[in-house]
Every structure is written in structure tokens, then in C-alpha cells.
């Protein structure tokens, strides 16, 4: 569930919108990163900060995303300010999830403390949280920024991959498939939760690279059915059942989904498991740290050529910039064919 931005556009406009002038002479880049962290954002960190000193920018950090805007929690940043991050996990940067910055004056506050930092450009580096941010934010005071896709739910269009999401389905699989051994051990059928609240992405990845059973998620809502006959038609003499779930609302949680498999089929025998958090840290993947630092690069470069309110993304290995009223407007589906795959091979 997506909660609105304030509009309150009003209020604001005795602020002075920037000419395309003042757009072009963009001196001072803030970088945050802010929601959910994911492995890589640091590469991305390091990348905007190195890109912005090869092409004499100035860089101001700004710790605790856009709570930390609204505070000017502001720092300058340099070339050494992010030796020996890239393999790092979370954010030298921290994160928030900032509800002031959904309130008009908290956007105010964030504004005066951008000019009492004369800084008048930003990067930020989160997920479909952070866009509403930036765009609300970019549109009401003209300022220019540029977004790029950091969240382990892959769910932002515009972009193949988010930066974070391949480290997160490596560490999911990896305990999925200790999972694996001692339901094998035990002839269990384990019901594992993985991360994604408005997306089944994390799910059907690690539910096609574990070898589940089914994959639950919040896009599709017939496979519980599906599941069920599985259970009572299908095959008796598999060893171990791994049945993937996308937290959410929909379908339900592990926990309750466990409980209605316990209730409905008692000989198997059942167990849960929530992954969650492990899924947020840890060494970024070699992928990760690559996307991180070619759209860390980008998004400098999108500045310095004019470009505002859009987010760098990786499309069929190609830079790409998607305005971010699009990027938050559409939610991603999941391929049928991922779904498909699933059910073929859990014969
Ligand atoms: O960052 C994305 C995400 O990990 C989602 O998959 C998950 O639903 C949410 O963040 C959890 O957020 P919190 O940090 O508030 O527990």
C-alpha cells in the first residue's frame, strides 16, 4: 500500500521556481540515501561522490535521508570520503523513513536547509518511498534531482535491476537451501517468508533458483488454490516441500498460510520460516556493486547534461531515464512465464 504526498502545492508557490539558467549551473550535488537500505548502496555512494569530483563538482552528504534533509544533517564529501565502502553492506549514509517529508513543511524545512547548504542539486538513492519523495519535492520548488533505483524488491519500472536485489536473492536462496537440508532430513514441507511487500519478485526468483514447490505472492491470487490440489491430488512420495511467500497482505502471511496448511492437510508435516532482514544486509554481490557504480556514474553525468526529476535505471544493459512520475505511477507485474516455469518443474 502506497501512502499519498501531501500536495498543498499552494503554500509554496512564493518560492521562486529556478530558471533553466540556474538549472545549468548546478555547482553543489547532495547525495542521501533513504527507506529501506540494500546491499550496494554504498557502491552507489562512492560512485556519485568519485563522478562529482572528476567533473569539479562539490558534494555535500546528507545523513539519515530525508529526515536528515529536513535537520541539514549536511557534510562535505571528497574523494577519500568513500575509500574501502564498495564491499560494504548498508549505508555509510544511514537511512530513514521520514514521514515529515510527506507534510508541506516538512518539504519547506528541507528546501531552506538545501539553500543555507547552497546546494542545488540532489541524488537519492532508495525506492518507490524516496520517488514519491523526490518527485513531489523536485516538482514543487523546480529542483533538479536525479533518483536512482536502490531497494531489494526490484519493483521500480524503469530499470532491469535495482541495486540491492541480487545480493538479497543470493542470501535468500543461500538459507533457503540450508532450509532444504533438514526438510529433506525430516521429509518436511516448510513454508519459507522472503521479503517484498508489495512485490513477489524476491519469491519467484528464489522460488525458481530453490526448487519450490509453489511460490505464493501478492500479484497472482489463485495459486493458493492451486497449492492446495497439489497437495491433496499430487505427488505423495516427494521427500521435502519447499512453498515459497511474498510478505504481504495477500495471500497471507507464512505464519497464517501455515497454519491453514496444517489445519487442512495434518499428515504433512509443516514448518515456517521468516527469512527477513538477513535479506536487507551483507556484502554486495559482484552484480550489485557493478550496477551500483555504472548508474552512480550516470546520474552525475545526468546532471551535468540537464537532466531533473528522472531515475537512472538499466535496461536491457543500456542507461535509461524514466521521469519520475512514471517510475511511481506503474507497479511491476510478474512475468507469467516465471509462474509457469514454477509449476512445470515442481511435477
Ligand atoms: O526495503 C524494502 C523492504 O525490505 C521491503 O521488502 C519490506 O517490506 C520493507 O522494506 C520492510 O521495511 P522495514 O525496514 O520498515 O522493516
Not at 516427494?238 to 501455515?258: D, L, W, Y
Request: proline share 3%.
Amino acid at each position: 500500500m502506497h501512502i499519498a504526498f501531501e500536495k498543498g502545492l499552494s503554500e509554496i508557490l512564493h518560492y521562486q521556481k529556478r530558471s533553466s539558467k540556474e538549472m545549468a549551473q548546478i555547482k553543489n550535488i547532495g547525495v542521501l540515501t533513504s527507506g529501506g537500505d540494500s546491499p550496494g548502496m554504498n557502491a552507489a555512494i562512492r560512485a556519485v561522490v568519485r563522478t562529482a569530483v572528476y567533473y569539479d563538482f562539490e558534494v555535500t552528504g546528507i545523513r539519515r535521508g530525508y529526515e536528515g534533509l529536513i535537520k541539514g544533517e549536511f557534510f562535505p564529501m571528497d574523494r577519500k570520503s568513500v575509500s574501502n565502502i564498495i564491499q560494504r553492506g548498508g549505508t555509510i549514509l544511514k537511512t530513514a523513513r521520514s514521514e515529515q517529508f510527506r507534510t508541506v513543511e516538512g518539504r519547506k524545512q528541507a528546501y531552506e536547509q538545501l539553500q543555507k547548504g547552497n546546494v542545488d542539486a540532489l541524488i537519492t538513492i532508495g525506492g518507490d518511498g524516496t520517488f514519491r519523495g523526490a518527485e513531489t519535492f523536485g516538482r514543487e520548488f523546480n529542483f533538479p534531482i536525479i533518483a536512482l533505483p536502490g531497494t531489494i524488491d526490484n519493483d521500480l519500472i524503469g530499470t532491469d535491476f535495482t541495486i540491492g536485489y541480487d545480493t538479497a536473492i543470493n542470501t535468500a536462496i543461500e538459507a533457503i537451501d540450508k532450509i532444504r537440508d533438514t526438510a529433506e532430513s525430516h521429509a518436511r514441507l516448510f513454508i519459507v517468508e522472503v521479503m517484498g511487500r508489495d512485490s513477489g519478485l524476491i519469491a519467484i526468483r528464489t522460488g525458481i533458483g530453490a526448487g519450490a514447490e509453489a511460490v505464493l505472492i501478492p500479484d497472482t491470487s489463485s495459486n493458493m488454490e492451486a497449492l492446495f490440489d497439489r497437495l491433496k491430488y499430487g505427488r505423495k512420495d516427494k521427500s521435502s516441500r519447499i512453498v515459497m511467500v511474498a510478505e504481504g497482505e495477500e495471500p497471507g502471511t507464512a505464519i497464517e498460510i501455515g497454519q491453514v496448511i496444517k489445519e487442512k492437510f495434518p499428515d504433512y508435516d509443516t514448518r515456517v520460516s521468516v527469512l527477513g532482514h538477513i535479506q536487507r544486509g551483507g556484502r554486495p554481490s559482484c552484480m550489485d556493486r557493478v550496477l551500483a557504480s555504472r548508474l552512480g556514474v550516470a546520474a552525475v553525468e545526468a546532471l551535468k547534461d540537464g537532466h531533473y526529476n528522472e531515475m537512472i535505471g538499466l535496461v536491457h544493459d543500456q542507461i535509461t531515464y524514466t521521469p519520475l512520475e512514471k517510475s511511481i505511477k506503474h507497479h511491476i507485474t510478474i512475468n507469467p512465464e516465471f509462474l509457469k516455469v514454477v509449476e512445470i518443474l515442481s511435477l
